[in-house]
């Protein structure tokens, strides 16, 4: 079947999620610097947490770009990916209104690496679906860099226990593993099509 209504329903559920992130964000009524600064630790978790969003979005829709349709298990596969990307709003603003408290970073991580699960399954089923010799196969390879994530993830979790800024920081650190785009499936296609032309 074809893979058109599955982008454009994953691209108008992440754009609600935006939304509810942002919604989070509440004007203070002071005037002053000092009101703002309160606000730090929400505004940050909230910047952590749309990064998160626009890397699986990003990536999302490179690897959708390769597949040339899909089945009922991808559908599935897929709404279980935007289910755990929905609850990141709620642990953002937990993590953020309590100020990167154990329980909250504890289970904003599990939220991440559930993410990171989800998409595994995902690009798993595309490749099944679409063989082991497919442009999208040859793309996501072996997903080293997806492996380590979800082992950050639950490295962080357990580090949280004792100290949740390092664990924060172990967050951002694969963010920045994530933050430019993974140009695999990009390249990928680029060569496909320079291969055929």
Same mark, same amino acid.
């Given at each position: 079947?074809?893979?058109? @209504?599955? =982008? ?15 919604? =989070? ?44 349709? +899909? ?19 709620? +642990?953002?603003? #937990?993590?953020? =209104? ?33 063989? =082991?010799?497919?442009?999208?196969? @040859? ?10 994530? +979800? ?10 226990? +004792? ?14 593993? #994530? ?19």
């Amino acid at each position: 079947m074809s893979k058109g @209504r599955l =982008e454009a329903f994953s691209d108008g559920v992440i754009a609600i999620i935006i939304t509810i992130m942002v919604l =989070e964000l509440k004007v203070p009524h002071d005037a002053s610097w000092e009101a703002l600064r309160h606000l730090g630790p929400v505004f940050l978790s909230y910047v952590l947490s749309f990064i998160y969003v626009g890397i699986y979005w990003n990536n999302h829709h490179h690897m959708l770009h390769a597949a040339k349709s +899909v089945n009922g298990a991808i559908l599935w596969a897929n709404m279980h990916l935007l289910f755990w990307l929905s609850l990141i709003p709620f +642990v953002t603003a #937990w993590m953020g =209104e309590n100020h990167f408290a154990q329980w909250p970073v504890i289970c904003y991580g599990a939220v991440l690496a559930m993410n990171g699960i989800a998409y595994t399954i995902l690009a798993k089923l595309l490749i099944r679906h679409h063989g =082991e010799n497919s442009l999208i196969a @040859r793309a996501v390879g072996n997903d080293t860099k997806g492996k380590l994530s +979800v082992g950050i993830y639950s490295a962080a979790i357990v580090v949280a226990f +004792v100290h949740s800024w390092l664990a924060l920081a172990m967050y951002i650190l694969v963010a920045c593993m #994530w933050f430019i785009p993974d140009r695999r499936i990009e390249t990928k296609i680029n060569q496909e099509t320079n291969y055929r032309d």
